[in-house]
């Protein structure tokens, strides 16, 4: 769907756990990155990954962990270090240099039980 | 780093009005100002974009002007209609050889009334 497919749309979690969302994308998207969703705050960066192997934090990484070894996916993982990990998680990729629109996944909900 | 402010918050309209969304960034070197539209529940599509050497774009009811000077722009949307409800992000980002990273604001909700 769109190229960018993130899994699950909806997740729960237990207090202390880590959690792993998935995002996968077929567009050949050099860059991918990770966002965070709150009402009335926007989009905040997470992590952000421009080539294979290496990957850099966003402006709110604490309490979050990512690889990047293959070009098509960008895991995140919420570890139990995340002490507000409620929130609307949305993964894009876009072309590496240049001027170009992210392409989102379509989300995924988070939420602690 | 960058800093994109956005206003309104909120923004209710009658159907077949305009609507005008500002923002404003802080980085001079910014140079690519994408707008996402977000459906209830669904993800960010991009619905226009502009780059720093153009001061103006226009796509059917959709137009997006850009002041380099005082760092505002603004999404303007014409003939309101009632599929035009939905939350609009403007972004800004700076081309660099590693990629670009883009700044969103915070989002204005429009409802436009029927």
């Known amino acids: 769907d769109g190229g960018i497919t993130q899994s699950p749309k909806y997740l729960f979690r237990k207090e202390g756990q880590n959690v792993t969302l998935s995002c996968e994308q077929n567009l050949n998207h050099d860059a991918m990155y990770w966002y965070r969703q709150d009402p009335g705050q926007g989009l905040r960066l997470i992590y952000y990954s421009q080539i294979v192997n290496d990957f850099q934090k966003g402006d709110i990484a604490e309490g979050y962990s990512v690889s990047r070894e293959k070009k098509e996916s960008f895991p995140l993982t919420v570890t139990s270090a995340q002490k507000n990990p409620t929130a609307f998680y949305l993964c894009?990729?876009?072309?590496?240099?240049?001027?170009?629109?992210?392409?989102f996944g379509s989300g995924t909900r988070l939420t602690v039980v | 780093g960058e800093n994109v402010e956005q206003h309104p918050s909120t923004l209710s309209v009658q159907e077949g009005d305009s609507a005008v969304i500002k923002c404003t960034y802080s980085d001079s070197a910014s140079n690519y100002f994408p707008w996402y539209k977000q459906e209830l529940g669904k993800r960010p599509q991009l619905i226009i974009d502009?780059?720093?050497?153009?001061g103006e774009k226009k796509d059917q009811r959709i137009a997006v002007t850009l002041n380099k000077t005082a760092k505002h722009f603004s999404l303007h949307i014409t003939e309101t209609q009632p599929e035009d409800s939905a939350v609009y992000f403007c972004a800004a980002s700076t081309s660099q050889n590693t990629g670009n990273q883009f700044y969103f604001g915070t989002g204005t909700s429009l409802t436009v009334i029927p």
């Open positions: 502009i780059r720093s050497n153009v």
């Open positions: 894009a990729s876009s072309p590496q240099g240049g001027d170009y629109g992210y392409t």
